[in-house]
């Protein structure tokens, strides 16, 4: 389940083959941040924390 949260994050907001290696964070449209983590050949990579809207809950996500 939490692949499909990132995919759709992903999909629905950049697309990932035009991301640059290295550090990022993705922000809601009310600047909150989203998610943060690595990404390698475009792609999410090694441990990603995401955040949810308004709340204070977060997971982190291991990606290989």
Known sequence: STFI???I???AFI???????GFH???????????KGFIKNGKPD???TNYFQN???W???ART
Not at 25 to 35: H, L, P, Q
């Open 15 to 21: 697309s990932t083959s035009q991301i640059l290696d």
């Open 5 to 7: 949260f990132l995919y």
């Open 46 to 48: 090694g441990f990603w």
């Open 25 to 35: 964070e993705f922000k809601y449209s009310d600047g909150e941040i989203a998610s």
């Open 55 to 57: 709340i204070s809950l």
């Open 9 to 11: 994050f992903f999909s």
């Open 59 to 61: 997971i982190v996500v």
